[in-house]
C-alpha cells in the first residue's frame, strides 16, 4: 500500500441532481437529495498517480425559513468516495527488517503493474446559509454556502501486481538473497492483496447553487 507525502481530502461534485419535496408549512422544507460525480481522495505522490472515480450519494435535509428568502439548512447525506492509484514501473519500496535469527537486513519489493481500486463510504452533515428568490412564477433561483462535517468509514483497498521482485540485502555478509523462495524472495506472479485504511474526519468548506423549479404545491425540483 502506498503512503503519498500529501492526502488532500476533497469532495468534488458536478452533475448534481437535487430532488426536493416541501413539506409541512411554508416555512420549511424537508429535502430528498440525490448527487453524482467525481468523488474521492486527492493524493500527490513523486512514484505513481492518483485519480477520483464517479462516485454518488443519498441525503435528507431540513431548511428553516426566517422569512420569504433566507433560511439555514442542515440534515446528513451519505456518499460513496472511490479511487484509483498506480504506482510507476521501476519504483522499489525498501523497508528495515529483522529476520527470525536476529539478523538485520534491507527488504526490497519492486512492482510491475502495481493498481489499486479503493473507496469508502462518507457521511456529512451540512449546515448551510440558504438564499432562494423567484424569477417568474413557477422558476426560482437559489445559493447555499457554509460548512460540512464529514465521517468517513474505513477505505477499502483492493491491491494486485503483475508482477512483484522481492530481495533481501544483508549488509553485514554484503548478501543478496533474490531467489529463496522458502524465505519470500523470488518473483510472485500475479499478485492481489486487499486491506482497509482508517480515514480522519474532515470539516469542508461548501458552496452550490442553481435553480428551482414548482412541480405542484408545496413541491419543487431543484438543479
Known amino acids: 500500500i502506498i503512503t503519498t507525502n500529501k492526502i ?3 469532495v468534488t461534485y458536478f452533475l448534481i441532481i437535487l430532488i426536493l419535496c416541501m413539506l409541512s408549512t411554508e416555512a420549511q422544507e424537508i429535502t430528498i437529495k440525490a448527487t453524482g460525480g467525481i468523488s ?30 433566507w433560511g439555514i439548512t442542515t440534515g446528513i447525506e451519505a456518499s460513496l468516495n472511490r479511487n484509483t492509484f498506480e504506482l510507476f514501473n521501476g519504483t522499489t519500496i525498501t523497508t528495515l527488517e529483522v ?16 493498481e489499486e481500486d479503493q473507496y469508502f463510504w462518507s457521511f456529512a452533515i451540512p449546515v448551510m446559509l440558504h438564499y432562494k428568490t423567484h424569477i417568474s412564477t413557477n422558476t426560482g433561483i437559489y445559493i447555499g454556502a457554509g460548512v460540512k462535517s464529514m465521517i468517513p468509514t474505513k477505505q477499502h483497498i483492493d491491491a494486485s501486481a503483475d508482477k512483484l521482485t522481492v530481495t533481501g ?20 506472479n500475479n499478485w492481489q492483496d486487499e486491506t482497509k485504511v ?19 404545491k408545496k413541491m419543487n425540483l431543484y438543479t
Not at 58 to 64: A, D, P, Q
Not at 198 to 216: D, M, Q, R, V
Open 8 to 10: 488532500n481530502m476533497k
Open 40 to 69: 474521492g481522495i486527492d493524493y500527490q505522490s513523486p512514484i505513481g498517480n492518483g485519480e477520483e472515480k464517479a462516485g454518488f450519494g443519498l441525503g435528507v435535509g431540513y431548511t428553516y425559513f426566517f422569512n420569504d428568502h
Open 99 to 114: 529476520d527470525d535469527q536476529a539478523s538485520a537486513f534491507e527488504y526490497s519489493v519492486a512492482p510491475t503493474g502495481y
Open 169 to 188: 540485502y544483508y549488509p553485514d555478509l554484503n548478501l543478496v538473497f533474490d531467489d529463496l523462495s522458502v524465505h519470500g524472495f523470488g518473483d510472485v
Open 198 to 216: 482508517s480515514l480522519k474526519p474532515s470539516f469542508l468548506a461548501s458552496a452550490e447553487a442553481g435553480l428551482f423549479f414548482k412541480l405542484k
